[in-house]
């Protein structure tokens, strides 16, 4: 069975900080990467996601994410957080072909003006 | 295109009571499915389908209950509600094909006492 593993539960920053959020995965095939944020009160939207060739991603709002297949790493980083990032942040998985998303337990991510 | 709605927002329900929370979708996505999302938990798939008549058992399935009639609706039914399913609850949708993203409603959030 899959599995996720976020290794922060709570990360503290202040503006202009950099960011980066760990996400390591448990899976014995080829994978899919998401990174999904939930903002205060709201839904779960996608940041970026990965599905093959270039292991650096590039998603919205000026994130990015690495998948490292040697490290089953999927990191997310933003080289400059703002106080409106202040969000739950979500790192899943799914198998190759598979429409079943396994999620980690999420990193909170709260950022001081 | 209104995206997948869910229906209702909040709900209080009495330990024993039956009720159905409702998820629609208008963009002709094969794929749904629900999940419940619990502080310091993450998000856990509960049931899932891949198409108008066929529905499986995600990773907690216990004490709910799917069918999927249409191809746009996919309500999940307590039978006897449980202080232990108080949670908020979120439906998704995508395509089967391709690298698609999957798309997540604004969710239920229920309180059994």
């Known amino acids: 069975a899959q599995s996720v593993s976020q290794h922060n539960h709570h990360v503290i920053l202040s503006e202009a900080a950099s960011l980066e959020l760990g996400c390591n995965y448990s899976?014995?095939?080829?994978?899919?990467l998401f990174w999904y944020v939930q903002y205060p009160g709201q839904h779960l939207q996608l940041l970026l996601k990965?599905?093959?060739?270039?292991?650096l991603v590039k998603g919205i709002k000026g994130f990015e994410a690495e998948f490292i297949k040697s490290k089953f790493s999927f990191n997310l980083r933003k080289p400059s957080v703002q106080w409106s990032d202040t969000a739950e942040y979500f790192c899943?998985?799914?198998?190759?072909?598979?429409?079943?998303?396994?999620f980690g337990k999420g990193t909170k991510l709260s950022v001081i003006p | 295109n209104a995206g997948v709605t869910q229906t209702p927002k909040f709900q209080v329900l009495k330990t024993g009571q039956s009720m159905t929370l409702q998820c629609a979708q208008d963009?002709?996505?094969?794929?749904m499915s629900w999940y419940r999302q619990d502080p310091g938990m993450g998000l856990r798939l509960i049931h899932y389908s891949v198409g108008a008549g066929i529905t499986d058992q995600g990773e907690v399935p216990n004490g709910y209950n799917v069918s999927r009639s249409t191809t746009e609706d996919f309500p999940l039914r307590l039978l006897s509600a449980a202080p232990s399913q108080t949670s908020v609850y979120f439906c998704a949708s995508r395509k089967i094909a391709g690298m698609e993203t999957q798309y997540f409603g604004p969710g239920t959030r229920l309180l059994v006492l």
């Open positions: 899943a998985v799914s198998g190759a072909g598979s429409y079943q998303l396994t």
């Open positions: 963009m002709n996505h094969e794929y």
């Open positions: 990965y599905f093959s060739g270039d292991p």
């Open positions: 899976y014995g095939g080829t994978v899919n």
